[in-house]
């Protein structure tokens, strides 16, 4: 990691200019919604637990959804310079990172975050270049605002740039 790494929690977001990065940990059901704008230098990274706001009483955080993380994410990026027609987008996590017996939506939390964010995505017109989601497992993300480079992490299943 290098020195001018910025954490993204859970449920959280921030957004740098080149040569800053970023990262978040653990990523499991949760999504990792990372932007970039190539032209610009400008990244940015959204750590979502849930995909839609609307559904959900207490939905203060806008960091915490899909919806809602991504909107502020793009006006964060754009303060720095970014420009939303320069945007694209790769995502990690979504995992079913416990086995259930149910057909219940509402235990799909991974599945439906990955869903939540290609359908929002195509709707603001960010092309979503690459993704490594679903599976058993935790991811931990960097990436790097001076080249879009974004590193998946894994206990187990190596490291991969996508």
């Known amino acids: 990691m290098q020195n001018n790494m910025i954490i993204v929690g859970m449920a959280d977001l921030n957004a740098t200019r080149s040569p800053g990065a970023l990262t978040t940990l ?4 949760c999504v990792g919604i990372a932007l970039y704008d190539s032209i610009n230098k400008v ?18 955080n806008q960091a915490k959804f899909a919806d809602t993380a991504t909107i502020k994410l793009i006006t964060d990026m754009q303060r720095l310079g970014a420009k939303k027609e320069y945007l694209k987008a790769k995502i990690a996590g979504g995992a079913q990172m416990f086995a259930f017996n149910s057909t219940n939506d509402s235990m799909r939390i991974g599945d439906r975050n990955v869903e939540a964010t290609i359908k929002l995505l195509k709707g603001l017109n960010i092309p979503l270049l690459a993704m490594d989601t679903g599976e058993s497992y935790g ?6 605002a001076e ?14 740039h996508i």
């Open 26 to 29: 653990g990523l499991g059901s």
């Open 43 to 60: 990244a940015g990274l959204a750590h979502i637990m849930l995909p839609d706001s609307t559904q959900i009483k207490n939905n203060q």
């Open 139 to 144: 991811r931990t993300v960097e990436l790097f």
């Open 147 to 160: 080249d879009g480079r974004f590193l998946i992490k894994t206990i187990g299943h190596g490291s991969r």
